[in-house]
């Protein structure tokens, strides 16, 4: 073989290994944000709206790296036992819901 088939071997080899990355999938991050995490966001602002939370004035959340960080700080702190495909499913849903972060 020559080297530039060689080479194109390894290219299309890693190609077809490469993972492929699923879209979010909004409506598990709405049933996983109702079950895990809107209760004790409710209990956190005192007024049992846990979507208070996301829209306070003095958030921590300024950014879509920021939000990412805290879903998955919520999920190790709280052991939410969540997938990191939850995670994102989760942080695509509150970004569409309540934050409107460009991607």
Same mark, same amino acid.
């Given at each position: 073989m020559?080297? #530039?088939?060689?080479?194109?071997a390894?290219?299309?080899s +890693?190609?077809?290994s +490469?993972? /492929?990355?699923?879209a @979010?999938?909004l409506a598990?991050?709405?049933?996983i &944000?109702q079950?895990?995490?809107?209760?004790?966001h409710? $209990?956190?602002?005192g007024?049992?709206n846990?979507d208070m939370?996301y829209?306070?004035?003095d958030?921590?959340v $300024?950014?879509r790296?920021?939000l990412? $960080?805290? /879903?998955g #700080?919520?999920?190790?702190?709280?052991?939410?036992?969540l997938? @990191?495909?939850?995670? +994102? &499913? /989760?942080?695509?849903f509150?970004?569409?819901?309540?934050?409107?972060?460009?991607?």
């Amino acid at each position: 073989m020559t080297f #530039l088939r060689i080479l194109s071997a390894i290219l299309l080899s +890693a190609l077809i290994s +490469a993972p /492929v990355i699923a879209a @979010p999938d909004l409506a598990n991050g709405k049933i996983i &944000d109702q079950q895990k995490c809107y209760a004790c966001h409710a $209990k956190k602002t005192g007024f049992g709206n846990g979507d208070m939370i996301y829209t306070r004035s003095d958030g921590k959340v $300024k950014s879509r790296a920021d939000l990412k $960080k805290m /879903v998955g #700080l919520c999920n190790t702190e709280l052991r939410l036992d969540l997938f @990191p495909e939850d995670e +994102a &499913d /989760v942080t695509a849903f509150l970004n569409q819901q309540f934050y409107k972060f460009k991607p």
